[in-house]
């Protein structure tokens, strides 16, 4: 069965950082691309980060662009969200996401290309 399992998500002050992490279990996490969304309450689901699979490269919104940083471990099946400079409006529920379609990060990281997600962890960012 495929799962995603988040982990690292918490309360940070302004200007903090944390560092996300997504243990993939049940598949091949190297055959697909796989990153971050994230909601803020009243929002829509926005495509913050995206890795493809292979060799391929990595892809960030422009909100996050220069602040965070995605990583993946193929040996671990684990990918990463290292976040720095964290804004109120960084606080939102993360979900870790995967899909079969190795272009799924480009040009835009996109809810309907997902196959898989995890149940989400909360990140505030707060004084």
């Known amino acids: 069965q495929l799962q995603l399992v988040e982990s690292g998500g918490g309360l940070v002050q302004p200007g903090g950082s944390l560092r996300l992490s997504c243990a993939a279990s049940?598949?091949?996490?190297?055959?697909?691309?796989i990153g971050w969304f994230r909601q803020a309450p009243g929002r829509e689901r926005e495509g913050a980060s995206c890795?493809?699979?292979?060799?391929?490269?990595?892809n960030y919104a422009d909100s996050v662009k220069g602040r965070f940083t995605i990583s993946r471990d193929n040996d671990e099946s684990a990918v990463y969200l290292q976040m720095d400079n964290l804004k109120p409006e960084d606080t939102a529920v993360y979900y870790c996401?995967?899909?079969?379609?190795?272009?799924?990060?480009?040009?835009?990281?996109?809810?309907?290309?997902?196959?898989?997600w995890g149940q989400g962890t909360q990140v505030t960012v707060s004084s």
């Open positions: 049940g598949f091949s996490s190297t055959d697909y691309a």
């Open positions: 996401a995967a899909s079969r379609i190795w272009s799924a990060c480009f040009p835009t990281w996109s809810p309907e290309l997902v196959d898989n």
């Open positions: 890795i493809s699979s292979g060799v391929g490269g990595s």
